[in-house]
């Protein structure tokens, strides 16, 4: 039997209408606002933030976008950031990585005040991760957590295999899947016996980068499968890190690329945005 697919979209769809009506509930006094900065002209980039404008629209977030030329220096952009740093209208501060090369990303990362560090980027929101502390977590892996209670996939006492150990995406979702029980295994480039690894995992998460590297044989009978990977192949399909059709023949649950951690992604940043403005009010 094929695996039950997991719609991320509708899932999606769900957190950004409890945003929206949270959103009119703070009322416009308290509207929680974004602000991205983007430097140069990477396309990708550019699709990212218009996307994340129109997001935000949806659901009452107020959003600014702050595009700076490819030549910008380190320093106007840190004195960009430390402005949005003061900026009473905004709760969620994005840097849209990458950054042009004369601009050294870390320091411009930990320049974001960690108040207003929705994508969790931040060492002091990264400690506290590691820590299970109240802060803000990247938004891929928040969204891959999300999805699997929405499908109710049993996280505690699982067995959650991570592939990719990327600072945005397969560090911190082993973190989040440890600190929601499972018993975590981190696998990279240089693991051996990989396959035989993944087989083990009730849940696997595939963060590689690597066009349809899953194969089924990696695949365990009935495993939840968590697709990260958005690849584009040579004819212009994009595909996942899983080799999908086979794979699901195998698995229990699968997401699918697109329509799976995709859309989370931004529903997350939404919801870390409104944290934020959340946050802000209790302590005024
Ligand atoms: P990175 O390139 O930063 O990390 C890839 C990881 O995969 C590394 O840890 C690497 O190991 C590991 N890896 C590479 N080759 C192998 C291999 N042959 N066997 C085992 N492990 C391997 O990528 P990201 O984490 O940034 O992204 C991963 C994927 O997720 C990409 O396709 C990206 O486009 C996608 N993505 C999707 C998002 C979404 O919203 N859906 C958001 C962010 C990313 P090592 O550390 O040893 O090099």
């Known amino acids: 039997m094929p695996a039950k697919r997991i719609d991320g979209k509708a899932i999606a769809q769900e957190v950004r209408a409890r945003v929206k009506t949270e959103v009119e509930k703070l009322g416009p006094s308290d509207r929680p606002g974004l ?5 140069g002209e990477n396309p990708a980039s550019k699709i990212y933030v218009r996307n994340k404008r129109k997001a935000c629209e949806e659901v009452g977030i107020y959003s600014e976008e702050h595009h700076l030329p490819e030549e910008t220096t380190e320093a106007e ?7 949005l740093n003061q900026d009473p209208k905004i709760h969620g501060i994005l840097v849209q990585l990458p950054l042009p090369k004369q601009i050294n990303e870390r320091k411009v990362l930990d320049t974001v005040i960690p108040e207003k560090d929705v994508d969790g980027f931040h060492y002091i929101n990264v400690g506290k991760l590691v820590a299970n ?7 891929t892996p928040l969204g891959i957590i999300e999805l699997l209670l929405a499908s109710k996939v049993e996280i505690a ?3 959650a295999v991570v592939v990719g150990r990327s600072n945005i995406v397969g560090k911190p979702a082993a973190l989040l899947l440890l600190h929601h029980h499972a018993t975590v295994t981190i696998c990279h480039s240089k693991t051996k016996n990989l396959p035989e690894v993944c087989r083990q995992a009730d849940i696997l998460i595939a963060a590689i980068g690597k066009p349809q590297f899953v194969k089924k044989e990696m695949v365990k009978e009935g ?3 968590i697709d990260v990977g958005i690849n584009r192949l040579p004819d212009g399909r994009i595909v996942g890190d899983v080799d999908f059709d ?3 023949e195998r698995a229990g649950a699968i997401t699918p690329v697109p329509g799976g951690v995709g859309p989370m992604t931004i529903a997350m940043l939404l919801l870390n945005t409104l944290q934020s403005a959340k946050w802000k009010k209790e302590k005024a």
């Open 35 to 39: 602000a991205a900065v983007l430097v």
């Open 77 to 83: 952009v840190l004195s960009l950031v430390e402005r």
């Open 133 to 139: 502390e109240k802060g803000f977590v990247p938004c």
């Open 157 to 159: 006492g699982a067995h």
């Open 223 to 225: 495993a939840v499968v």
């Open 246 to 248: 086979p794979v699901q």
